[in-house]
Each structure stands twice: as structure tokens, then as C-alpha cells.
């Protein structure tokens, strides 16, 4: 790789594994490092990866940011190898691509055995690993420190931030433009001490603060490609993924009133799911929900009943019928998290006057998926 102060040229074909709990940023930091490099002239693309089966959220978003971007879903790249040395041909041999990046799902652990590990014994050679990169957020990191705080969500899962800060080349704490300097400087410290082995940095992918020194260790260093044992397939792994489901919805609301405000809907809707959910005890790691008109297109997300709701875009005026997708990653069973977003979507079409027509549903927990990878 050559560097100019200004202008970064790659040449290698690289690939990066961006992992991290649900709600952390990875879509975020992905979008803010794909732009990191598109200025300094590295032709990069995205590859969106989830358990659920098509129209995932976070590729209709990346794509709404001028990213290159394909969708891989129906299961993590963990398991679908042959798929993703496909996307990786495709882009680094068609496309020109010199850097690729994806996501796994954000309950994953043990790419960098099965991703990593696998392209490099199968495919010696052809790609440049780079450093696998654990994207994690102070919220859901104070489970696990010193004085550790309740976040709402059962102990089990502990042990998947645990792993994947493991398995981790780089980790970047993110979200840092919403911390103060003492909490921020108290996560450094705590991730340098339970992370020896990693490379740690500060980011804000939202405002791209320290995102340049990240993009430029990301291009500059390798994987280590050194064997983690994180207990994949124990007892603890399968008690955390028995804790967690995955929900997709695709549906049409009909207008069949005069004055229809668009984003005030979505807004409820996120609202009375996480209500409900409140009432029955459980919770909702992530909760993204996508609606997109002929003028512009909303997405709004939460990472927990008790954070507050992300807009990362408004639809900004009334309109007449929506297409929309719910992506929802709940601490809760599938049957009754089901339920849940049916007497929300009842309640909200009802106070908005809506004619509902679903398309797609699919709900299921994560031990029935790692049983029955695809």
C-alpha cells in the first residue's frame, strides 16, 4: 500500500469482517468508513449480511447513503462461504473493487474461525485479511465492567460481548460524540486491559470524529489469524443465543384518511412495540423499522424500550400509502415477540386510519438457527 497525506492507494484485495452486538454501529461505522475511503480515491463496497431472509434494512439504508452495496442474508457468511467468495470475486475481480467490508449479525461470534479462518485455509492467498474489527457502544459494554450496570437485558448474553471483544484484531468504541470525557476515557481503559491483544480507537461513525486514524489501521495492518477459543457451540454460547430472536415483517399501509403524517406513525409504532414489551418483561436489543415514498424514505431504530428512539432519516411529508419493513432483534421468544408486533401494528393502524396488507413474516430463535445454519 502506498500512503500520501492526503491520498491512500490500496493494492490488494482486502477484506474486512466488521463484528459487534446488535445496536453498536457497525452499519454506521461501515457507511462513515466506506466514505473514509471513497475520498481517498480506495473503490470500496459493502456487503450486508443477516439472518433474515431478503429487504434487510441496514441495505436499503447503505445504499441510500451512496455506498456500493449487496445484500447476502438468510444466515450469517459464518456459514455460507461459497456465497460470500462469490460477492468477494464479483466485486474484487468485476466491480475493480480494492476493499470490501461486511457485517455479521449483530449476535455473532466465531468468524474469525469461520470466516477468517476458513478463507484462509480454502482460498490461501486470494484475499487480504484485515484486522477482524469489533465495533462496540459504552451501553452495552458497562454489562461487563467493573461495577457493572443493569442494561435490561439477561445476564446470558454477557458472554457474547465477552467473545466477540476475544476474537478482536481492532476494537473501536463508538458513539463517542454522546459520552462524556471521564466515561469515555474509563471504556478506553477498561478495553485495553481486558483486550491486550486488540488495538483500540475512538469513534464517532455518526460524526466521523477519529474515523481517519481507524480507516487508515484498517488498510495499514492484517489480521492476526490466531486460533481464540470463546467456547463456540458450549453451554454458555447456546444459553445466550436461546435468549435472543430474529423478526422480520414486510407489509403496505393504505391511507384511509385525508392527513397522514408518515413519520409520526413509524414513531408510534416503534412505541407501542416497546411497550408492550415492557409489559411483558422483555426487551429489544434492536428495533429498525424502514418506510420509503416516492420523495424521500425514513428509518428510525432503538437499541433498547428504555433508550431513545434514532432517526437517521424522516420521510418529512404526509403522503398517501407506505411500504414498510420491521427488522427487530428481541430478547424475547419468537412466538410471543409475534404477538407483540401484531397488537402494535393493530393499534397504530387503527389510531391512523391504515388498511394493512403484510407481505412476508418470518420470526425464530437463534439456537434453532445455529442448529440449522443455512
Given amino acids: 500500500m502506498v500512503c500520501a497525506q492526503d491520498h491512500w492507494v490500496i493494492v490488494m484485495k482486502k477484506f474486512l469482517v466488521v463484528s459487534g452486538f446488535l445496536g453498536a454501529g457497525k452499519t454506521t461505522f461501515m457507511i462513515a468508513l466506506s466514505r473514509e475511503f471513497s475520498r481517498r480515491a480506495v473503490l470500496n463496497s459493502v456487503i450486508a449480511n443477516d439472518l433474515g431472509a431478503k429487504d434487510l434494512i441496514d441495505a436499503k439504508f447503505t445504499e441510500k447513503q451512496g ?26 475481480d468485476d466491480k475493480h473493487c480494492e476493499f470490501v467490508m461486511s457485517d455479521i449479525p449483530g449476535c455473532g461470534v466465531g468468524a474469525l474461525e469461520h470466516v477468517y479462518g476458513t478463507l484462509e485455509r480454502e482460498y490461501p492467498g486470494e484475499f487480504e485479511l484485515a484486522p477482524f474489527t469489533v465495533v462496540v457502544d459504552a451501553h452495552r459494554l458497562s454489562a461487563i465492567m467493573p461495577c457493572s450496570e443493569e442494561i435490561g437485558l439477561p445476564q446470558e448474553v454477557n458472554y457474547l460481548f465477552r467473545a466477540q471483544l476475544m476474537e478482536a484484531d481492532l476494537i473501536l468504541l463508538n458513539k463517542i ?28 461513525a455518526k460524526t466521523g470524529e477519529g474515523m481517519q486514524a481507524a480507516a487508515k489501521h ?6 492476526r ?20 430472536c430474529w423478526y422480520d415483517r414486510q407489509y403496505y399501509a393504505k391511507v384511509c384518511c385525508d392527513v397522514f403524517d408518515p413519520d409520526a406513525y413509524l ?33 428510525l431504530s432503538r437499541v433498547g424500550i428504555d433508550q431513545p428512539i434514532e ?21 424475547c421468544e419468537p412466538k410471543p415477540f ?13 389510531k391512523y386510519k391504515l388498511e394493512i ?16 445454519p443455512q
Fill in 357 to 372: 396488507t403484510i407481505f412476508f413474516t418470518e420470526c425464530f430463535g437463534l439456537v434453532e438457527e445455529s442448529e440449522n
Fill in 67 to 92: 455506498c456500493a452495496v449487496s445484500e447476502l442474508g438468510g444466515a450469517c457468511i459464518c456459514y455460507q462461504t461459497e456465497n460470500l467468495v462469490d460477492r468477494l470475486r464479483l466485486a474484487f
Fill in 177 to 204: 460524540d454522546s459520552m462524556r470525557q471521564d466515561d469515555k476515557q474509563r471504556c478506553l481503559d477498561f478495553l485495553k486491559n481486558f483486550c491486550p491483544q486488540a488495538a483500540v480507537h475512538a469513534i464517532s
Fill in 311 to 331: 432517526a437517521d432519516s424522516c420521510i418529512g411529508e404526509e403522503c398517501v400509502d407506505i411500504p414498510v419493513i420491521i427488522n427487530a432483534r428481541a430478547a
Fill in 225 to 244: 489469524l490466531e486460533p481464540v477459543d470463546i467456547g463456540y457451540g458450549s453451554e454458555e454460547f447456546l444459553a445466550a443465543e436461546s435468549c435472543l
Fill in 218 to 223: 484498517i488498510l495499514t495492518h492484517s489480521a
Fill in 338 to 350: 409475534s404477538e407483540i408486533v401484531d397488537v402494535a401494528m393493530q393499534r397504530t393502524a387503527e
Fill in 267 to 299: 414513531t408510534e409504532l416503534v412505541e407501542q412495540i416497546s411497550e408492550e414489551l415492557g409489559k411483558a418483561g422483555r426487551n429489544v436489543p434492536h428495533l429498525k423499522v424502514y418506510a420509503e415514498t416516492e420523495n424521500g424514505f425514513a428509518k
